[in-house]
């Protein structure tokens, strides 16, 4: 489900990533921290029958947190992302916990519409540095070629 | 044989011993600023590579001034012995060492293994962020002797004396401009700097608990490659952290007297006009 966004922009998010991107452009510095560390901490874990396809991810380059995810098709055309990223790495596990809340249950349609700076109006980067806010892009991204992928598996 | 300055390394368990002692402080530095959110070494404090370290405006570090407003803030004075540890195996931990180094704090340390090494052994990391007296911290000339600037770079190649890339071989080969997640960590000139060798940070640490490798072992790397102490040497990398571990490993570990780390890297030299490039 697609609404418009507070400014009545043409380009529309899905409503649950609306509703986060909306939440962290209210709150101050602190509790977006906060909140990026609650995301952070409930980071689901890779579910058993993943584990074997998680082998299989190619090696990273050394700056790099390794983002493994997996997009599956439900019955109601909605695509469901498993994630893996290492706790050593909580700013990017926090970022793929707000992209997973707000995208999952999305139609690919939708997934591959969320312009790349969505996260933009959140001003995270008062929290942390705009460095560390290009793991958004990466892992959307990564999301938008699983979405690809699901496409040609047709 | 044993490290040249082994009085710049202590271990987790000297760490585990000195947590509650006034006259030290430990900073946690990481990569990933969150992870000191979630638990750090009990009395620890937070100093974030960007954040805290760089000035707020120019691509520069934080000025003399600031940089003793930041030290008094955190309850650190002129001879508080001040011990570095972080997550990446300390990559910037040596970063903020080597930016307290150059306003003259001359009572540095890291804590081997860093972040990893604790928590593999399983020692305690806390929530509560302690808060201390501020302190009247006065800060020294900036010592440019540890720090290269592109002109002393370009005169260094031309000379024809050492400089060490520690990138990955595919950055100093050119194939990789810049690491998929960090655009504005790119450069728009892919290679290395003429005379360059290459010898990547890694190779310096152990795997398996980020300690620093045997002297012998360190010895034989940078020997190796012909990077002696007695050469004046530069390091450098993409914006200058990992070289900070390299930096700290030929100055104490190794005892190299003339060593810079040279922090404008490649993020300056691969989009610096007329900058001569090898690849």
């Known amino acids: 489900m697609l609404r418009p966004n507070k400014n009545n922009m043409p380009l529309l998010l899905p409503l649950k990533l609306q509703e986060i991107v909306d ?17 952070a901490e409930s980071f689901p874990s890779l579910p058993e029958w993943l584990k074997e396809e998680r082998a299989k991810m190619e090696a990273v380059p050394e700056c ?3 983002v493994f995810l997996f997009g599956e098709k ?19 596990r926090g970022l793929a916990s707000i992209l997973a809340n707000g995208l999952n249950g999305c139609t690919i349609e939708e997934i591959l519409t969320v312009p790349a700076d969505f996260y933009m109006p959140m001003n995270l980067q008062e929290a942390v540095s705009q460095q560390r806010l290009n793991g958004f892009m990466g892992v959307l991204a990564h999301m938008k070629h699983e979405a690809v992928r699901l496409i040609e598996n047709k | 044989m044993s490290y040249v300055h082994p009085e710049y390394l202590v271990d987790t368990e000297w760490v585990a011993a000195h947590l509650s002692d006034a006259n030290i402080r430990i900073i946690e530095s990481d990569e990933d600023p969150l992870l000191y959110a979630i638990g750090h070494i009990p009395g620890a404090v937070q100093v974030d590579w960007f954040s ?15 940089f003793e407003e930041v030290n008094s803030k955190l309850g650190i004075a002129n001879d508080t012995i001040v011990v570095f540890y972080g997550d990446k195996s300390n990559w910037f931990a040596c970063y903020a060492l080597w930016l307290f180094q150059y306003y003259g704090h001359k009572n540095v340390k890291i804590m081997n293994g860093g972040r990893l090494k604790w928590e593999k052994e399983n020692r305690p990391l806390v929530k509560e962020v302690p808060s201390f007296t501020k302190t009247a911290y006065h800060a020294k000339e900036a010592d440019k002797s540890i720090r290269a600037f592109r002109d002393e770079v370009l005169q260094q190649s031309n000379a024809k004396k050492p400089l060490v890339d520690v990138r990955s071989p595919k950055e100093y080969s050119g194939e990789m401009l810049h690491m998929p997640n960090y655009p504005q960590e790119g450069a728009t000139r892919g290679g290395h700097i003429p005379g360059a060798v290459s010898i990547p940070w890694a190779q310096a640490v152990n ?8 002297p012998e072992e360190l010895r034989a790397l940078y020997e190796g490659k012909n990077i002696k ?21 030929l100055k104490y570990l190794l005892g190299y007297p003339n060593v ?3 922090d404008g890297s490649w993020t300056e030299w691969g989009n610096l006009v007329d900058a001569p490039i090898e690849k």
Request: glycine share 4%.
């Open chain 1, 23 to 39: 939440d962290f452009a209210s709150m101050t510095r602190e509790e977006k921290l906060e909140t990026l560390i609650a995301y």
């Open chain 1, 64 to 66: 790099m947190t390794p």
């Open chain 1, 74 to 92: 439900q019955t109601n055309g909605g695509i469901h992302f498993y994630f893996d990223i290492p706790p050593q790495s909580p700013t990017v």
């Open chain 2, 52 to 66: 805290t370290l760089q000035h707020p405006l120019r691509r520069d570090f934080l000025t003399k001034e600031q």
């Open chain 2, 207 to 214: 795997e398996t608990d980020s300690t620093f490798k045997t």
């Open chain 2, 229 to 249: 102490a007695d050469g004046e040497v530069i390091a450098y990398c993409r914006i200058g952290e990992r070289s900070s571990l390299t930096w700290f490993v």
């Open chain 2, 260 to 262: 810079k780390n040279y």
